[in-house]
């Protein structure tokens, strides 16, 4: 199983960028997918998931109307809309699988982890 995620860079302040995550050796459709972040000296946190069916999301609190979250089973990849980026934005990004389930702040649920791309965002 891959989790490729990619779309990361270095952006000023109030840029946009969105981020994917393609999967490969996996029934896509079946997973809950999600997007954690790590800054440097800090520890990973959950920014945003989306069901196996798209019909349940959930944002982190920090990104609530900066960032959304979507799939597309047929492109076996999830995306990560991130709008009005800000300093604090700046972290490594990577993505999650989770078989079933719904979306959730718990890292342990996933069984699946991606390598990270990199967002910078510059004041």
């Known amino acids: 199983v891959q989790l490729q995620a990619s779309g990361g860079g270095l952006v000023q302040a109030g840029a946009s960028l969105r981020l994917s995550c393609a999967g490969s050796?996996?029934?896509?459709?079946?997973?809950?997918l999600a997007w954690f972040r790590q800054a440097a000296g800090k520890e990973r946190e959950f920014v945003g998931g989306?069901?196996?069916?798209?019909?349940?999301?959930a944002i982190a609190d920090s990104v609530k109307g900066r960032f959304t979250i979507s799939r597309d089973n047929a492109k076996n990849t999830v995306y990560l809309q991130m709008n009005s980026l800000r300093p604090e934005d700046t972290a490594v990004y990577s993505c999650?699988?989770?078989?079933?389930?719904?979306?959730?702040?718990?890292?342990?649920?996933?069984?699946?982890w991606g390598q990270g791309t990199l967002v910078t965002v510059s004041s």
């Open positions: 989306i069901s196996w069916n798209g019909r349940s999301a």
């Open positions: 050796g996996l029934t896509f459709g079946r997973y809950t």
């Open positions: 999650a699988a989770q078989l079933g389930g719904i979306p959730t702040t718990t890292q342990a649920a996933y069984n699946y």
